[in-house]
């Protein structure tokens, strides 16, 4: 029992980052863009909150810092893929080097020369809910996992009960139609941008400020990829986007725990579980997924 | 008169050329953030502080193809008289390169063996140091479960992760280390999360193969060991000590051999070890007092058998079950 307690409260540390990201890719898929930019996005978020947090001393304004750098980037992806049309897995991979370069490039300038990676003082507590009980171990959780799991049932309202999701979505299935109804369909895909943005802002920040207090090179890992496969296995719906990550992040903590337990099966198979079982699962749901119609294609006003 | 001003000149050039520090390049694989590629750049930037060579490097080269690209490109346009580097997932392509530039001396972090005519071999031999903080991690540990996570099991981590197990055993005939791999270089999260599962499986001793074990380790109070380079810092009440890796010994060793004109590939591995300063244990940090006497007393008298080779610290690169 104490070792099914123990999975659960890891999964919500696991599938944290990745929910958010997700989250934040489903609203800016459903408004009809793919935004490859999430992984660089990703990392340099988590690269500015360490570093406001660390010189300013506060961490409320790292994790501001976080969604700044989230929301900037992904205009700046709308930029290229709204505004200038531009194809938007090249815009969106080259924001993922960029973004990934300039963390490099500005952590060598700030803490080059460290043989350890720099790290806080204080990251986020972990907040404990239900408190003496026994689901104590799983709600004893950071601050932006338990709004991270808010975030799910407000987004999937916003999105189909909302005249904002509405909009949103028409620009994501059918833009022409939009701009007759009298959308700005440029606005309201950046919109979109905008707050899936600061989720992807957030979910960096989770792992620099809250998760570790520290950052590192390359510490996003493809999570960022991970959160696009879940928008796809998510059918681009907040609710089960995330029970994919929820399947996801219980995977992943199944396998280190399994192999923290010491069982006899080579550690490649435990490594691969997460990946092999997303894989069938996404092979079986993938058949109905329903992609906004829109998806990768840049709207252009006749005579514009 | 005529004959002895060429004389003149001619020791003036050479002693000009003796002034000239020594040409070096370095090629990394992955970014100079990873700890094994670090250690190597800090040896260079200190010999190049020193005055001893000139240096340059590009990194996050990468398994894909460019690393043979980068070093023809280096060698026919900057001709270096070293190039530094780490073919691990390019040894084919550095073997390639090396032989078609046999005046430059290619000195490359390696799995397999030195290539005449050129070619040397380096690796983080440390498994002494790794057996010394197991010893220390055997005595520890109240539980007897002792925690290891780490990035890959390649021979280099295997050799580490072994050394660091036989020391526990050595304390404890009875001690459970459990080895757990993260498949990343760069993964602080998923291997604190593994630390974490290491804990909550009975672990109260944790041994940093990667970064993020150490900030584990600090949320629950435990003791740990870093690895590579000494981590104290990160968390001064929890690392004890830990496996340190010194490429200074190599890079000296190699620019006194290459101005020397004696330079010949062969497997440099005893500069990475403990008797010529290639390894240590880190800095116990005030530690010292906080163990037993009879510990660390019992830890420096194994050191000094290793270092005047009373003892050798067996090297295993099997996966650790």
Same mark, same amino acid.
């Given at each position: 029992?104490?070792?099914?307690?123990?999975?659960?409260?890891?999964?919500?540390?696991?599938?944290?980052?990745?929910?958010?990201?997700?989250?934040?890719?489903?609203?800016?898929?459903?408004?009809?863009?793919?935004?490859?930019?999430?992984?660089?996005?990703?990392?340099?978020?988590?690269?500015?909150?360490?570093?406001?947090?660390?010189?300013? &001393?506060?961490?409320?304004?790292?994790?501001?810092?976080?969604?700044?750098?989230?929301?900037?980037?992904?205009?700046?992806?709308?930029?290229?893929?709204?505004?200038?049309?531009?194809?938007?897995?090249?815009?969106?991979?080259?924001?993922?080097?960029?973004?990934?370069?300039?963390?490099?490039?500005?952590?060598?300038?700030?803490?080059?020369?460290?043989?350890?990676?720099?790290?806080?003082?204080?990251?986020?507590?972990?907040?404990?809910?239900?408190?003496?009980?026994?689901?104590?171990?799983?709600?004893?959780?950071?601050?932006?996992?338990?709004?991270?799991?808010?975030?799910?049932?407000?987004?999937?309202?916003?999105?189909?009960?909302?005249?904002?999701?509405?909009?949103?979505?028409?620009?994501?299935?059918?833009?022409?139609?939009?701009?007759?109804?009298?959308?700005?369909?440029?606005?309201?895909?950046?919109?979109?941008?905008?707050?899936?943005?600061?989720?992807?802002?957030?979910?960096?920040?989770?792992?620099?400020?809250?998760?570790?207090? %520290?950052?590192?090179?390359?510490?996003?890992?493809?999570?960022?990829?991970?959160?696009?496969?879940?928008?796809?296995?998510?059918?681009?719906?907040?609710?089960?986007?995330?029970?994919?990550?929820?399947?996801? &992040?219980?995977?992943?903590?199944?396998?280190?725990?399994?192999?923290?337990?010491?069982?006899?099966?080579?550690? @490649?198979?435990?490594?691969?579980?997460?990946?092999?079982?997303?894989?069938?699962?996404?092979?079986? #749901?993938?058949?109905?997924?329903?992609?906004?119609?829109?998806?990768?294609?840049?709207?252009?006003?006749?005579?514009? | 008169?005529?004959?002895?001003?060429?004389?003149?000149?001619?020791?003036?050039?050479?002693?000009?050329?003796?002034?000239?520090?020594?040409?070096?390049?370095?090629?990394?694989?992955?970014?100079?953030?990873?700890?094994?590629?670090?250690?190597?750049?800090?040896?260079?930037?200190? %010999?190049?502080?020193?005055?001893?060579?000139?240096?340059?490097?590009?990194?996050?080269?990468?398994?894909?193809?460019?690393?043979?690209?980068?070093?023809?490109?280096?060698?026919?346009?900057?001709?270096?008289?070293?190039?530094?580097?780490?073919?691990?997932?390019?040894? @084919?392509?550095?073997?390639?390169? /090396?032989?078609?530039?046999?005046?430059?001396?290619?000195?490359?972090?390696?799995?397999?063996?030195?290539? @005449?005519?050129?070619?040397?071999?380096?690796?983080?031999?440390?498994?002494?140091?790794?057996?010394?903080?197991?010893?220390? %991690?055997?005595?520890?540990?109240?539980?007897?479960?002792?925690?290891?996570?780490?990035?890959?099991?390649?021979?280099?981590?295997?050799?580490?992760?072994? #050394?660091?197990?036989?020391?526990?055993?050595?304390?404890? #005939?009875?001690?459970?280390?459990?080895?757990?791999?993260?498949?990343?270089?760069?993964?602080?999260?998923?291997?604190?999360?593994?630390?974490?599962?290491?804990?909550?499986?009975?672990?109260?001793?944790?041994? #940093?193969?990667?970064?993020?074990?150490?900030?584990?380790?600090?949320?629950?109070?435990?003791?740990?060991?870093?690895?590579?380079?000494?981590?104290?810092?990160?968390?001064?009440?929890?690392?004890?000590?830990?496996?340190?890796?010194?490429?200074?010994?190599?890079?000296?060793?190699?620019?006194?051999?290459?101005?020397?004109?004696?330079?010949?590939?062969?497997?440099?591995?005893?500069?990475?070890?403990?008797?010529?300063?290639? %390894?240590?244990?880190?800095?116990?940090?005030?530690?010292?007092?906080?163990?037993? /006497?009879?510990?660390? @007393?019992?830890?420096?008298?194994?050191?000094?058998?290793?270092?005047?080779?009373?003892?050798?610290?067996?090297?295993?690169?099997?996966?650790?079950?």
């Amino acid at each position: 029992m104490d070792f099914v307690i123990a999975l659960l409260g890891a999964t919500l540390r696991i599938f944290t980052p990745i929910l958010l990201a997700a989250l934040g890719e489903t609203l800016i898929e459903r408004a009809g863009i793919l935004n490859l930019g999430i992984e660089g996005t990703m990392l340099l978020s988590a690269f500015s909150g360490f570093v406001v947090a660390q010189l300013s &001393g506060s961490l409320w304004l790292g994790l501001s810092a976080a969604l700044l750098t989230g929301i900037l980037l992904c205009v700046f992806m709308g930029l290229l893929s709204v505004t200038l049309g531009l194809n938007q897995h090249v815009a969106g991979l080259g924001i993922t080097l960029l973004a990934s370069g300039l963390a490099l490039f500005s952590f060598r300038i700030l803490y080059g020369g460290s043989s350890t990676p720099p790290s806080l003082e204080r990251s986020f507590a972990q907040l404990a809910l239900f408190k003496g009980t026994a689901l104590e171990p799983i709600f004893s959780q950071y601050g932006i996992t338990y709004i991270a799991l808010l975030l799910v049932p407000i987004l999937g309202w916003l999105l189909m009960h909302t005249s904002f999701g509405l909009r949103l979505r028409s620009v994501g299935e059918n833009p022409e139609a939009a701009d007759i109804a009298g959308l700005n369909v440029y606005w309201v895909r950046y919109q979109a941008l905008i707050v899936g943005g600061a989720l992807m802002g957030l979910a960096g920040a989770y792992l620099s400020l809250a998760q570790l207090g %520290a950052f590192t090179h390359g510490m996003v890992n493809g999570r960022g990829w991970v959160a696009i496969a879940i928008v796809i296995f998510g059918n681009w719906q907040p609710s089960k986007v995330f029970y994919g990550a929820l399947l996801f &992040g219980f995977l992943q903590a199944l396998q280190l725990r399994l192999q923290a337990q010491g069982i006899p099966l080579p550690y @490649e198979a435990l490594l691969a579980l997460p990946y092999i079982i997303t894989i069938i699962i996404l092979a079986l #749901a993938g058949r109905n997924a329903s992609y906004p119609a829109a998806l990768l294609k840049a709207y252009r006003r006749e005579g514009a | 008169m005529k004959k002895l001003l060429v004389l003149l000149s001619s020791l003036l050039f050479a002693l000009a050329l003796a002034q000239e520090p020594l040409k070096v390049f370095a090629a990394y694989a992955t970014a100079i953030e990873e700890p094994w590629d670090g250690v190597i750049h800090q040896a260079l930037l200190a %010999a190049q502080e020193a005055g001893q060579i000139s240096y340059d490097f590009s990194d996050e080269i990468g398994y894909s193809g460019d690393m043979e690209r980068i070093l023809r490109e280096v060698a026919d346009e900057q001709a270096p008289a070293v190039i530094f580097g780490d073919a691990f997932g390019n040894e @084919e392509a550095v073997r390639r390169v /090396a032989k078609d530039y046999p005046e430059i001396a290619f000195v490359f972090g390696s799995g397999l063996g030195p290539s @005449e005519p050129n070619l040397s071999v380096f690796d983080n031999w440390i498994h002494e140091p790794a057996y010394l903080s197991g010893l220390l %991690a055997g005595n520890l540990s109240k539980s007897g479960t002792i925690g290891v996570v780490a990035g890959y099991p390649v021979p280099e981590v295997n050799r580490i992760v072994n #050394a660091f197990i036989v020391g526990a055993q050595e304390a404890n #005939a009875d001690a459970d280390v459990k080895v757990t791999f993260i498949n990343s270089w760069f993964d602080p999260a998923a291997a604190k999360e593994a630390a974490l599962a290491q804990v909550d499986a009975g672990a109260d001793v944790l041994f #940093a193969e990667r970064f993020g074990v150490i900030e584990a380790a600090q949320e629950k109070g435990l003791y740990a060991f870093g690895s590579m380079s000494d981590q104290n810092g990160l968390a001064p009440d929890t690392v004890v000590t830990g496996p340190v890796w010194h490429m200074e010994p190599t890079v000296q060793y190699i620019i006194k051999q290459v101005a020397g004109g004696t330079y010949t590939a062969q497997d440099l591995k005893d500069f990475s070890m403990m008797a010529k300063g290639g %390894a240590s244990l880190a800095p116990l940090h005030g530690f010292e007092t906080s163990l037993s /006497a009879d510990l660390v @007393e019992m830890l420096q008298s194994r050191e000094q058998e290793i270092l005047t080779g009373l003892y050798r610290v067996p090297i295993n690169e099997e996966a650790p079950k």
